[in-house]
């Protein structure tokens, strides 16, 4: 079981022709942290998860940002630290999932920052914990 969620980070890709986009950058929130341990301790895709603060860094000459509730699709691989409850190792993990992707907030109007996310109709292809960690020094 794991009880802590750290560097979080979404690589996106198309969800039609599986081209690479880009990585999204956000902070953990109690409720994204929430979402992924669902995910990684009961094998359990929650109905809907809101990214807020959420930076896009495009690595795609042909990535159009999405409009303000514009739905698309989307593959992406969560990739994060998680903490093991027990032995307090950060252990690294990949989850691989589809799910459609909604802006719902923009306010500065910069094309890659986005005050909201919303991802829904998530499908949960794969968990991976990675063999490697760290002893959690705080």
């Known amino acids: 079981m794991f009880d802590r969620v750290a560097a979080p980070r979404i690589d996106i890709y198309d969800g039609i022709t599986n081209e690479y986009y880009g990585r999204s950058i956000f902070p953990v929130t109690s409720e994204i942290e929430d979402n992924l341990l669902q995910i990684v301790n009961y094998e359990g895709a929650p109905r809907a998860m809101l990214f807020q603060d959420d930076t896009f860094l495009p690595a795609s000459a042909s990535y159009v940002p999405p409009g303000l509730f514009e739905k698309v699709r989307r593959n992406g691989i969560v990739r994060a630290t998680f903490r093991d409850a027990n032995s307090q190792l950060w252990v690294p993990v990949e989850i691989h999932m589809n799910f459609d992707s909604q ?8 094309q890659y920052h986005f005050d909201s996310v919303v991802y829904t109709d998530i499908d949960v292809q794969d968990v991976k914990v990675l063999p490697q960690g760290a002893k959690d020094t705080t």
Request: no cysteine; charged share 25%; glycine share 24%.
């Open 103 to 110: 802006v719902r907030g923009n306010l500065l109007g910069d």
